[in-house]
T-cell receptor, first 112, second 114 residues
Framework: RKEVEQDPGPFNVPEGATVAFNCTYSNSASQSFFWYRQDCRKEPKLLMSVYSSGNEDGRFTAQLNRASQYISLLIRDSKLSDSATYLCVVNINPDSWGKLQFGAGTQVVVTP | ETGVTQTPRHLVMGMTNKKSLKCEQHLGHNAMYWYKQSAKKPLELMFVYNFKEQTENNSVPSRFSPECPNSSHLFLHLHTLQPEDSALYLC?????????????FGQGTRLTVV
């Protein structure tokens, strides 16, 4: 089983619609979680951290489900500019130096 | 402007060449990382430096040689690479290596080995 697993997509979303996708992680001791956004041929950029209670940033909502070991990202009122690959990032080993483990990404394509 | 700058942005090199990638962070962070991103694959962690000391080498072939002279600068020296080493090489920094704080990435060096 991969340490961090994502549905690669693509998720084709009409402009204005809502899209949601999950990311599963294997290490139950993981403590920190992030969603990054990566545009084509560009570097990943932090979209939002994911907190235990869930958090919202404008049209974006992130949730953490520790029991089932997944995090989710929901995008409301999708914009064309939301088209990107969304990377799930997990700290899989907080007891040591720790390293951020990246999923392969979920591609979202917002269409007019 | 991410606070992490990488040069060059693009590099084409032959298999017998020697080249170096440079990364500089202006964020006052203590940890720096090299990642490799191949097409359709997750980012692969290559090296981790914390306070200039290498704390992780993720089974990277010796044809990749990192150097961290101080907490703000990180190099990746390349020699006798293979075509399959062609990828986007990303440098990142974070406050620490505990993974609690987020990592900030440079724009990457797109490397092509011919």
């Amino acid at each position: 089983r991969k340490e961090v697993e994502q549905d690669p997509g693509p998720f084709n979303v009409p402009e204005g619609a809502t899209v949601a996708f999950n990311c599963t992680y294997s290490n139950s001791a993981s403590q920190s979680f992030f969603w990054y956004r990566q545009d084509c041929r560009k570097e990943p950029k932090l979209l939002m951290s994911v907190y235990s209670s869930g958090n919202e940033d404008g049209r974006f909502t992130a949730q953490l489900n520790r029991a089932s070991q997944y995090i989710s990202l929901l995008i409301r009122d999708s914009k064309l500019s939301d088209s990107a690959t969304y990377l799930c990032v997990v700290n899989i080993n907080p007891d040591s130096w720790g390293k951020l483990q990246f999923g392969a990404g979920t591609q979202v394509v917002v269409t007019p | 402007e991410t606070g992490v700058t990488q040069t060059p942005r693009h590099l084409v090199m032959g298999m017998t060449n020697k080249k170096s990638l440079k990364c500089e962070q202006h964020l006052g962070h203590n940890a720096m990382y090299w990642y490799k991103q191949s097409a359709k694959k997750p980012l692969e962690l290559m090296f981790v430096y914390n306070f200039k000391e290498q704390t992780e080498n993720n089974s990277v072939p010796s044809r990749f040689s990192p150097e961290c002279p101080n907490s703000s600068h990180l190099f990746l020296h390349l020699h006798t690479l293979q075509p399959e080493d062609s990828a986007l090489y990303l440098c990142a920094s974070s406050q620490d290596t505990g993974g609690v704080t987020e990592a900030f990435f440079g724009q990457g060096t797109r490397l092509t080995v011919v």
